[in-house]
């Protein structure tokens, strides 16, 4: 026998469940812990839980598993700590064990690797979409007092005020959006926000840097 085949002979899944904190009515009923359930959906017994509302299911492991987001390893080393059984957690893992756990953790890493991009690419605009921000502010300022005409004549302007409103969209996406508006933005508009803010910053640059030319 496995740990997870001694673990789940050893404690039943109810006796699990209702040890980290759920209420089990008498009819097996309870209220699920991984949707919004305001009705008892959840169904236990000794060997399983099934939610009827968001589909949630498994056994003893698998519940402290997605409970507590840790691994069936480790959701069965965190039962057998809680409940002193006594289960050797140091076992040899075989060869297929060791690949299929192996697997997991490739899956695992690639998963932390995408986010990690993620999350990088959102910091990343942000402060670039700030400084295009700054950058309309300041060439903004540069044609005060001036002609209303030299605003046309500048190309680089011309572009700025067409993504003025665009640029502050995308702040507000990623300052404040869901995560699932952020993911829109970042895997359908990536490339074309990232073309833009350098647009903008390659104008701003040479507007403010004539006029500092000028000035000078
Ligand atoms: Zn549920």
């Given at each position: 026998m496995n740990i997870f085949e001694e673990v789940k002979s050893s404690v039943s899944a109810r006796a699990v469940i209702e040890n980290y904190g759920l209420k089990v009515?008498?009819?097996?009923?309870?209220?699920?812990?991984?949707?919004?359930?305001?009705?008892?959906?959840?169904?236990?017994?000794?060997?399983?839980?099934?939610?009827?509302?968001?589909?949630?299911?498994?056994?003893?492991?698998?519940?402290?598993?997605?409970?507590y987001s840790i691994s069936q390893?480790?959701?069965?080393?965190?039962?057998?700590?809680?409940?002193?059984?006594?289960?050797?957690?140091?076992?040899?893992?075989s060869e297929d064990e060791k690949k299929s756990?192996?697997?997991?953790?490739?899956?695992k890493a690639f998963v932390a690797k995408v986010q990690k991009k993620f999350k990088n690419w959102i910091n990343?605009?942000?402060?670039?979409?700030?400084e295009c921000e700054n950058l309309i502010e300041e060439a903004r300022e540069t044609f005060i007092g001036k002609e209303p005409g030299a605003v046309f004549i500048s190309n680089g302007f011309a572009y700025m005020l067409r993504y003025e409103?665009?640029?502050?969209?995308?702040?507000?996406?990623?300052?404040?959006?869901?995560?699932?508006?952020?993911r829109q933005l970042f895997l359908v508009d990536g490339k074309e926000v990232k073309r833009i803010a350098a647009n903008i910053?390659?104008?701003?640059?040479?507007?403010?840097?004539?006029?500092?030319?000028?000035a000078g």
């Open positions: 009515g008498r009819n097996g009923m309870a209220c699920c812990p991984f949707h919004n359930d305001k009705h008892p959906s959840m169904k236990v017994d000794d060997t399983h839980y099934h939610c009827f509302g968001c589909g949630a299911h498994g056994d003893a492991i698998g519940y402290v598993a997605q409970m390893y480790e959701a069965a080393c965190k039962i057998v700590d809680d409940f002193h059984l006594l289960i050797d957690t140091n076992h040899e893992f756990f192996e697997k997991v953790q490739e899956q990343e605009t942000i402060d670039e979409l700030k409103s665009v640029v502050g969209y995308w702040l507000d996406v990623l300052c404040m959006g869901s995560e699932e508006d952020k910053k390659r104008a701003g640059n040479e507007i403010l840097g004539r006029t500092r030319q000028c």
